[in-house]
């Protein structure tokens, strides 16, 4: 079997950047936007309920004054009407007037009770929302340290293949490394390849027979380029 320390470090070259992808594309890291996102939103929707809280109280107010306004006039003509005060000629007008005032005194009761039912309907979505926000806020800490776990995991290993690498290279000539690292970034992780006896594993074709000659001639452990794929070929 081929061993040579230039397959080791291709080896953990490759394992760091599959690590490093794995750093950039931890799942919490997503989970951890999406947390904020809702986060975001429930904040911005709790501020709107409480807007239109204060908007529907004061209304509610507004109304409630009004119709104790009617209701007041309504008193002081129905005092007014029953006082024996009021002459013949005066008695149907003013009895029509205090029914319109209390007709309008109704009306703004009926809106003020439509105006309570809103508020409170506004109070317990607030109240829901910012329950969510209280429980998104747990997940997000939650979320928060798992990252961080899983950031810490995956750095102790990448640390420990660079590592590795760097004893690796210590043992390898530095032509050969040279060499290496200048095909790399074209070849990637089948930069370096072993010889099988009859063909450089490499090559999709036959390799040639003067090739081949060259490479079954070569002492076991030698560092050759083939001809055919440009590859680093151990024997
Ligand atoms: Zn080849």
């Given at each position: 079997?081929?061993?040579?320390?230039?397959?080791d470090i291709q080896r953990l070259d490759t394992e760091a950047e599959q690590l490093r992808h794995r750093h950039a594309?931890?799942?919490?890291r997503e989970q951890r936007v999406a947390a904020l996102e809702e986060q975001k939103r429930l904040e911005a929707e709790i501020a709107r309920l409480g807007?239109?809280?204060v908007e529907v109280a004061s209304g509610l107010k507004r109304l409630e004054n009004e119709a104790l306004i009617f209701?007041?006039?309504a008193d002081e003509d129905d005092k007014r009407l029953y006082?024996?005060?009021?002459?013949m000629k005066e008695l149907e007008p003013l009895q029509a007037e205090i029914a319109g005032?209390?007709?309008?005194?109704?009306?703004?009761?009926?809106?003020?009770?439509?105006?309570?039912?809103k508020a409170e309907s506004l109070s317990d979505a607030q109240s829901a929302a910012e329950a969510a926000l209280e429980a998104i806020g747990i997940s997000i800490t939650t979320i928060e340290a798992e990252l961080a776990a899983s950031e810490d995991e995956v750095d102790g290993l990448l640390?420990?293949?660079?590592?590795?690498?760097?004893?690796?290279?210590?043992?390898?000539?530095?032509?050969?490394?040279?060499?290496?690292?200048?095909?790399?970034?074209?070849?990637?992780?089948?930069?370096?390849?072993?010889f099988d006896g009859r063909n450089c594993v490499g090559c999709p074709s036959t390799m040639p027979a003067m090739e081949l000659d060259r490479m079954k001639h070569?002492?076991?452990?030698?560092v050759l380029s083939c001809s055919e794929c440009t590859r680093i070929v151990i024997t």
């Open positions: 079997m081929t061993d040579h320390r230039l397959l594309t931890l799942p919490e807007a239109t809280r209701a007041a006039k006082s024996g005060d009021v002459g005032l209390r007709d309008r005194q109704a009306e703004l009761e009926d809106q003020a009770l439509e105006a309570m039912e640390a420990a293949a660079l590592a590795a690498r760097v004893e690796a290279a210590a043992e390898v000539s530095e032509a050969d490394l040279a060499e290496y690292e200048r095909l790399r970034p074209g070849l990637g992780s089948a930069t370096v390849v072993s070569s002492e076991s452990g030698s």
